[in-house]
């Protein structure tokens, strides 16, 4: 008797943490597919971003798993866009004109441009030159 008792409390612990695991995995899996649909948003060719306020964070070209997303960014004349690296190496954001060139961004590392002028802005990282993208400048 006591050794069923004992068995039965063994396989309710068994199940609690299967459950417990499974219940993680289904939280880590929801959580990706946010992030996946809010970089897929985030990634729309020709997404314009225009600034509101002083106060406002500048539009930013994130930098994560070889990519920079979004690819195409439409700003206006005046803005200032940030490029944050959040890969676990360094990237470069070089302007294809030599309008602009970062130092190698560390992981978390940030580089800012104004842009003063309208017109198409093709960049890359010469550290990984497959890796490219473009600011768009409108008047």
């Known amino acids: 008797m006591l050794l069923r ?3 039965f409390a063994i396989r309710r612990w068994s199940v609690l943490v299967l459950m417990a695991i499974v219940s993680a995995m289904v939280l880590a899996g929801a959580k990706s597919q946010a992030q ?3 970089a897929k948003n985030e990634s729309a060719p020709g997404k314009f971003v225009g600034t509101t306020a002083a106060t ?4 930013q070209v994130l930098i994560d798993n070889f990519v920079f997303n979004p690819t195409t960014l439409t700003v206006k004349v ?3 866009v940030a490029w944050i690296n959040h890969d676990d190496i360094p990237h470069t954001v070089d302007s294809t004109e030599k309008k602009f060139k970062s130092d190698a961004l560390d992981t978390n590392g940030k580089f800012e441009f104004r842009f003063t002028e309208a017109g198409e802005y093709p960049f890359f990282c010469r550290l ?3 890796m490219t993208g473009k600011i768009v400048v409108q008047p």
């Open 56 to 59: 406002a964070a500048p539009p």
């Open 36 to 38: 996946n649909e809010q």
């Open 78 to 80: 005046g803005t200032t």
């Open 128 to 130: 990984h030159p497959k």
């Open 5 to 7: 008792v004992r068995e």
